[in-house]
């Protein structure tokens, strides 16, 4: 059964979108070049308007409780890493400034989304 779904990006465009995002950041774990493997395509994703490429880093061994992997969650429409979920399932935006010096108009546009 062939399911064809209309997406902005390519499997491979969302991995290297991934990747770009794991370099900026000094993230750790490894994404594996089998895109078959390491990037699914979901139509609807929490949190993330429209469709998400899930783009998974391989993270073992490791020395701590939790998953194997983190997982990159790229959003189809906007063509960026909306956020990471680490090896506990918790998401991290590590592109949010972490200090928190920004003005309320700034506050109130980085996390708008999250009152919805």
């Not at 949190?47 to 997982?71: H, M, Q």
């Not at 790229?74 to 990471?84: A, L, N, Q, T, W």
């Not at 400034?97 to 003005?103: A, K, L, V, W």
Request: no cysteine; net charge negative; aromatic share 12%.
């Amino acid at each position: 059964m062939d399911e064809r779904v209309n997406t902005n990006l390519t499997a491979k465009q969302a991995r290297k979108i991934a990747q770009d995002y794991q370099e900026k950041y000094k993230l750790y774990g490894v994404i594996h070049d089998d895109t078959e493997k390491s990037v699914k395509f979901y139509p609807e994703f929490y949190r993330v308007e429209g469709g998400a490429w899930l783009v998974l880093a391989d993270i073992t061994p490791k020395s701590y409780e939790g998953d194997d992997e983190i997982t990159f969650v790229v959003s189809d429409r906007d063509g960026i890493v909306d956020h990471v979920l680490d090896h506990n399932g918790l998401p991290q935006r590590y592109h949010v400034p972490s200090n928190r010096d920004y003005t309320d108009e700034e506050f109130e546009a980085i996390f708008k989304d999250e009152d919805s």
